[in-house]
């Protein structure tokens, strides 16, 4: 590679989201130039052209500042070059209104060039912001571990502001209401940057007393004018200069690196704004009342604003310039943005607009999105809004993803992704992880897809042993259809299982209560009742021949994902996956023991058998299923939401 070369880095896992239309090319300016860390579809745009002016409404919202638009790349046959000065032309033009400069300083800019199936990728460059002028790329390299490079050397800098905003409008004159209201926001965003704004900044971290002390930094500190792609980076900065303190300073990371990057993960950085309106006088004077009467009739109108900005920056940006260069600009484009939204419902009812972020899998860097909350989540219009985001972000349609439980929050470091509280109790979830292997030769493993907590015997000083176990294996699913976030009803007790079965006329009054057993037919009424989940029931007429269901439960794995319960006599199992040999028949069941008795401790469960792979026929020629009954099993499906 000599040094005259032109290499880009591809972080994310899939470049090509569609088979055809536009896509623009995330970077980031504290990245090495070239750097590709996510694609966005472009949704506004016909035959013709790309809507830039919606496009770029949507794209100041969903990008992090610290990520902007480095190209753009088109799903197009026939002559490449062509195509990519087509892309770049479109990336630059997008850049220009996202930055809302008319001329932007000469930037290199990719267009990239695709087939319909994706295949075949041409990647060109432009230096010149003007020019027409490409130049071919001669080396792509695909990052084998993209979460590593964003996050070990990233941070993320929160900063949320409640605005409640009265102004006055002539009684008279209604429609001067906009000029008053927009004169209102102006005069907001130019107190984000005068002298006397103060920014404190902290760690969100709750690890230790190594979290280092609060910083205020004084909106006179800041530098508004510089340029973030010259800003001189630092490195151990000297904590008693503010002026050099670099956000490394509140990173706990530096300390303890973590065991997974990922945004969940990285280190969070809260900045909370506070206006000192108060200052020490020049000379002793009495307090002083001003009144200036109205000329007219007028009304009093107030608008709550509620900005929550999420930034993205490297750990060794001085922090002044995470608040003048990221964090500012940020409520700036994000109180622009609801003023848009707000302007046609200015004299009526305002719509309750909420930011959230989110972390979407697939999606190497977080996104902010506002909701619109006034009428609920299940409303069409807010579906469509989720749609358009899937649409746009290469989601897949038939999983809520980016619904308000999916939002993106702050994680403390002492806390386990393998624990969940529960009413005061602890329970294990993704028991299965880091189990032995399944011992089938050449098999196939299907697993189940997403978190589940296991719920078993004797939980929550509940006395179930010997008549609750598929109660038991209920509440496991449910948990799973709640950590997937297609529900947010709570994991049902027993009582309250079997009062569902008496709602809904199954059983009679006297069943609550009781301790008599339940079987798949009784867990597919009590989905439906509580998550309106449909359910597959496979019947087997003897454990024997459940190994010949292997390729359709890992069929079940690969398109559904969910925990299925099985019910074979008096015992009943809750399966998490399959692997199985299709050329010599040899399969291995992955079983979770509702059965088990003791202590959430999962090396004493895994060690014990509760969770493992189990054989139909094991080495000591035992059947795990018995023979002389026969074996209901429970698919639910997967609901196809967003």
Known sequence: ??????????????????????????????????????????????????????????????????????????????????????????????????????????????????????????????????????????????????????????????????????????????????????????????????????????????????????????????????????????????????????????????????????????????????????????????????????????????????????????????????????????????????????VPYLLTQHPQLRPFHFSPPGVLQPITVIYELSYGETEMKQVDVRKSLHSRLGLPFDRPLLRIANTLVPSTKDSSNSVSLRKGSVLLKDVHSGIPSSGVTGGSASLVQGSYEYYHYLQDGFDDSGWGCAYRSLQTIISWFRLQHYTSVDVPSHREIQQALVDIGDKDPSFVGSREWIGAIELSFVLDKLLGVSCKVLNVRSGAELPEKCRELALHFESQGTPIMIGGGVLAYTLLGVDYNEASGDCAFLILDPHYTGNDEHKKIVNGGWCGWKKAVDSKGKNFFLHDKFYNLLLPQRPSMV
Not at 237 to 247: H, I, P, R
Request: with cysteine; proline share 5%.
């Open 1 to 342: 590679m000599n040094d005259d070369s032109i290499t880009i880095r591809i972080l994310c896992p899939k470049l090509v989201l569609a088979n055809s239309g536009l896509q623009w090319l995330i970077g980031s300016p504290f990245f090495p130039p070239l750097t590709v860390v996510s694609t966005v579809r472009c949704i506004h745009d016909d035959s013709s052209s790309a809507d830039y002016d919606k496009e770029s409404d949507d794209l100041r919202t969903l990008l992090l500042k610290g990520f902007y638009v480095i190209g753009a790349l088109i799903i197009k046959t026939a002559d490449a070059e062509k195509n990519a000065r087509e892309a770049i032309d479109a990336a630059r033009r997008l850049r220009r209104l996202l930055s809302g400069e008319a001329e932007l300083p000469d930037t290199v800019t990719i267009g990239a060039v695709a087939d319909s199936l994706g295949a075949d990728i041409k990647f060109f460059v432009s230096r010149l912001e003007n020019s027409t002028s490409i130049e071919t790329v001669d080396y792509v390299l695909y990052d084998d571990n993209p979460e590593k490079f964003v996050w070990e050397r990233g941070c993320l800098i929160r900063c949320e502001l409640a605005i409640k905003l009265p102004f006055y409008y002539p009684a008279n004159n209604p429609s001067d209401a906009e000029k008053r209201y927009s004169h209102a926001i102006e005069s907001v965003a130019t107190k984000l940057k005068e002298a006397q704004i103060a920014y404190v900044v902290e760690s969100l971290s709750q690890v230790s007393a190594e979290v280092p002390l609060p910083v205020l930094f004084r909106g006179k500190h800041l530098d508004f004018d510089a340029d973030l792609s010259n800003i001189k980076l630092v490195g151990e900065a000297d904590e008693d200069d503010t002026k050099v303190l670099s956000c490394a300073h509140f990173c706990l990371q530096n300390i303890s690196a973590p065991a997974i990057f990922s945004a969940e993960n990285a280190d969070k950085i809260q900045v909370s704004v506070l206006l000192n309106t108060s200052q020490k006088p020049t000379k002793s004077t009495a307090p002083i009342a001003e009144y200036y009467p109205a000329l007219e009739d007028a009304r009093l109108l107030v608008v709550d604003l509620k900005l929550d900005v999420l930034c993205y920056a490297t750990k060794r940006l001085p922090l002044i310039y995470a608040l003048s260069k990221l964090v500012v600009p940020g409520l700036v484009d994000q109180l622009n943005t609801m003023k848009k939204a707000i």
